[in-house]
């Protein structure tokens, strides 16, 4: 049985993939379980959700949260995620900020992590249609100089 993710969010305070370690608040429609994995699991697992992100991503999306951290800057960073058994790639935006105290020390890490793999799968299908188009105008002006 698939899940339907489209409208799955996490609310993560503490994401489990950067420096900072807060308690993390995983919150999903109707109380669905997050790629396979409970709210607990992901609190109980200090990096499990970095351990999740697709290997190609990994260097990226942790250099991006690194700098966010560092400059307390708000984030947005797309990336791809495995669910539990790792058959399933889907892909993510992630928005996040970075809390800080008085002293400018992080306190917590507030977002909501989108699952946009429909978008960029009908992303993907418009270029290759654009694609093909072009490709078809170069062949027909090809021919005509041809002749």
Request: net charge negative; charged share 25%; aromatic share 4%.
């Given at each position: 049985m698939t899940k339907d993710w489209s409208g799955a969010s996490a609310i993560t305070p503490g994401c489990c993939i950067g420096p900072p370690r807060f308690a993390a608040v995983i919150t999903t429609p109707d109380g669905q379980d997050f790629l396979g994995?409970?709210?607990?699991?992901?609190?109980e697992s200090e990096d499990l959700r970095g351990r999740q992100i697709h290997e190609p991503d990994r260097e990226r999306?942790?250099?991006a949260f690194a700098g966010a951290y560092e400059s307390g800057e708000d984030f947005v960073i797309q990336y791809r995620l495995w669910d539990r058994e790792r058959e399933v790639l889907r892909d993510f935006q992630d928005y996040g900020h970075i809390e800080r105290d008085s002293l400018g020390r992080p306190t917590a890490i507030t977002g909501v992590l989108v699952d946009i793999t429909a978008r960029?799968?009908?992303?993907?299908?418009?270029d290759g249609f654009i694609r093909g188009l072009t490709e078809q105008e170069e062949a027909r002006r090809a021919?005509?100089?041809?002749?």
């Open positions: 994995f409970s709210a607990a699991d992901l609190r999306v942790l250099a960029v799968a009908s992303d993907g299908a418009v021919l005509a100089e041809s002749e």
